[in-house]
Antibody
Framework: QVQLQQWGAGLLKPSETLSLSCAVY????????WSWIRQPPGKGLEWIGE???????NYNPSLKSRVTISLDTSKNHFSLKLSSVTAADTAVYYC?????????WGQGTLVTVSS | DIQMTQSPSSLSASVGDRVTITCRAS??????LNWYQQKPGKAPKVLIY???SLQSGVPSRFSGTGSGTDFTLTISSLQPEDFATYYC?????????FGQGTKVEIK
């Protein structure tokens, strides 16, 4: 059973960098893909990207130039950085993991971008 | 990117009704289609993976069918706890896109 607990700043100004981390309890890093997904208020789910134990990453092309997802197995956590944020990046951000589907989710962090 | 289109966007139904939600992919995704249920303020929860496999602990009133580009999620007899928003997601390729969601409301 995997548990994910995420943390990070919830209020940012435009042009700042969003930084979130997700602690992993249980499970093996080699078994899963480690993902970030976001959901703007009142809207649907958007897949941001994923990383694997091998270090390979896949990003949504719409965000690729601004996104970095990294895995730190020594600290049992993975992270999301999104640069140059705007109001359009306001959303609940979820860390998540699974093999061919997502079966474990973090609790979600509301990130608001406002001047 | 593979586009996922769900229909309808919302529906009203009564307890006991049979409900069907469809999801269409812009290209073939074989059977790499998952369904999630999301309730307000909560993270999504997987119901069905690989088109038709029921996740452990999910009631058998939920079922999924399809292949290629066309998929359906069926709730055989809607229960009060099933009022929620449902999303399909393809896991065939990256980006692993979601449908826009179907909100199931009480009639």
């Amino acid at each position: 059973q995997v548990q994910l607990q995420q943390w990070g700043a919830g209020l940012l100004k435009p042009s700042e960098t969003l930084s979130l981390s997700c602690a992993v309890y249980g499970g093996s890093f080699s078994d899963y893909s480690w993902s970030w997904i976001r959901q703007p208020p009142g809207k649907g789910l958007e897949w941001i990207g994923e990383t694997s134990h091998s270090g390979g990453t896949n990003y949504n092309p719409s965000l690729k130039s601004r996104v970095t997802i990294s895995l730190d197995t020594s600290k049992n956590h993975f992270s999301l950085k999104l640069s140059s944020v705007t109001a359009a990046d306001t959303a609940v951000y979820y860390c998540a993991t699974g093999m061919i589907y997502i079966d474990y989710w973090g609790q979600g962090t509301l990130v608001t971008v406002s001047s | 990117d593979i586009q996922m289109t769900q229909s309808p966007s919302s529906l009203s139904a009564s307890v006991g009704d049979r409900v069907t939600i469809t999801c269409r992919a812009s290209q073939s995704i074989s059977s790499y289609l998952n369904w999630y249920q999301q309730k307000p303020g909560k993270a999504p929860k997987v119901l069905i993976y690989a088109t038709s496999s029921l996740q452990s602990g999910v009631p058998s009133r939920f079922s999924g069918t399809g292949s290629g580009t066309d998929f359906t999620l069926t709730i055989s007899s809607l229960q009060p706890e099933d009022f929620a928003t449902y999303y399909c997601q393809q896991s065939y390729s990256t980006p692993r896109t979601f449908g826009q969601g179907t909100k199931v409301e009480i009639k």
